[in-house]
Antibody, heavy 123, light 108 residues
Framework: QVQLVESGGGVVQPGRSLRLSCAASGFSFSDYAMHWVRQAPGKGLEWVAVTSYDGFKNYYADSVKGRFTISRDNSKITLYLQMNSLRREDTAVYYC????????????????WGQGTTVTVSS | EIVLTQSPGTLSLSPGERVTLSCRATQSISSSYLAWYQQKPGQAPRLLISGTSSRATGIPDRFSGSGSGTDFTLTISRLEPEDFAVYYCQHYGSSRGTFGQGTKLEIK
């Protein structure tokens, strides 16, 4: 069964750090690029970052560039999002999602999603 | 930076009706990189369409996508009760992804 399970969310003070994890199962993790997407309370979806299947090409939304780092450990079948200098506006449900196409550096859509983990930035 | 604008924001319709949702980009985009998602309350999004018109695995054929350049549409030929949800278009290009703001389909 293809599955993604996020963890690591919680309540954190502004300016602090948090690391999210996304454990994959049921597919060849190292063959797929992976994305992070977030959704603020009552708002729409916002793409956050993507890492290529080999982990060597990472891209970010302007809103998180320089503060967030996406990474992956293909030996542990896990995706990460290191979030530093957190702001109140980073409060959201964070989803990890699998890129549709295998072994591609072009990104066409996200066909498998986790259930999300909630990050609340508050003092 | 490409911005995707979806219209309308909310639609009130009845089961059995046909609906067309719009997604407009601020500049021409490749149809290969335009996708549509459905999201129900408390759930993760679900991929419906990729490459403008290719249905994802398991998506009923009442869902169809079309478009090119800056104008793209998602059509549901005959609304089922389970189709009432929020729909997002999404594009990836220039090393970043973008979602439209969403269209909410509600039951009339």
């Amino acid at each position: 069964q293809v599955q993604l399970v996020e963890s690591g969310g919680g309540v954190v003070q502004p300016g602090r750090s948090l690391r999210l994890s996304c454990a994959a199962s049921g597919f060849s993790f190292s063959d797929y690029a992976m994305h992070w997407v977030r959704q603020a309370p009552g708002k729409g979806l916002e793409w956050v970052a993507v890492t290529s299947y080999d982990g060597f090409k990472n891209y970010y939304a302007d809103s998180v560039k320089g503060r967030f780092t996406i990474s992956r450990d293909n030996s542990k079948i896990t995706l990460y999002l290191q979030m530093n200098s957190l702001r109140r506006e980073d409060t959201a449900v964070y989803y990890c999602a699998r890129e549709l196409n295998i072994l591609s550096f072009n990104y066409y859509g996200m066909d498998v999603w986790g259930q999300g983990t909630t990050v609340t930035v508050s003092s | 930076e490409i911005v995707l604008t979806q219209s309308p924001g909310t639609l009130s319709l009845s089961p059995g009706e046909r609906v067309t949702l719009s997604c407009r980009a601020t500049q021409s985009i490749s149809s290969s990189y335009l996708a549509w998602y459905q999201q129900k309350p408390g759930q993760a999004p679900r991929l419906l369409i990729s490459g403008t018109s290719s249905r994802a695995t398991g998506i009923p054929d009442r869902f169809s996508g079309s478009g090119s350049g800056t104008d793209f549409t998602l059509t549901i030929s005959r609304l089922e009760p389970e189709d009432f949800a929020v729909y997002y278009c999404q594009h990836y290009g220039s090393s970043r992804g973008t979602f439209g703001q969403g269209t909410k389909l509600e039951i009339k």
